[in-house]
């Protein structure tokens, strides 16, 4: 099973950008949810977005919501997450990780399979 993020890159604050989440060796409908991480120098990984890949529910922590958009195609065996109104706290090596059950989504440790990190720097 692989993860392989990309789609980082640097730009200023109030732009946007799109994540991509490819798997190989498995397809995400194996999986429960399929989520986005980030970590910042210095900083703890925190939860970004998930998506159930069955319902496609969404979930998002506070600080991107309403600015990030995560979504999947099945078609493609892909996640995504959309990115608008970037700010410079935005900034932070971004990862896509996946679960095959659902046990406490908002937990790193609660993944099992996670993609390199893609690096997401916003200027002020």
């Known amino acids: 099973v692989q993860l392989q993020a990309s789609g980082g890159g640097s730009e200023q604050a109030g732009a946007s950008l799109r994540l991509s989440c490819a798997a190989s060796?498995?397809?995400?409908?194996?999986?429960?949810?399929m989520s986005w991480f980030r970590q910042a120098p210095g900083k703890e990984r925190e939860f970004v977005a998930a998506?159930?890949?069955?319902?496609?529910?969404?979930y998002y922590a506070d600080s991107v919501k309403g600015r990030f958009t995560i979504s999947r195609d099945g078609a493609k065996n892909t996640a995504y997450l959309q990115m608008n109104s970037l700010k410079p706290e935005d900034t932070a090596v971004y990862y896509c990780?996946?679960?095959?059950?659902?046990?406490?989504?908002?937990?790193?440790?609660?993944?099992?399979?996670w993609g390199q990190g893609t690096q997401v720097t916003v200027s002020s």
């Open positions: 990780a996946a679960q095959r059950y659902s046990i406490d989504l908002r937990r790193s440790s609660a993944y099992a399979f």
């Open positions: 060796g498995v397809t995400f409908s194996s999986f429960y949810h």
């Open positions: 998506i159930s890949w069955s319902s496609g529910m969404t």
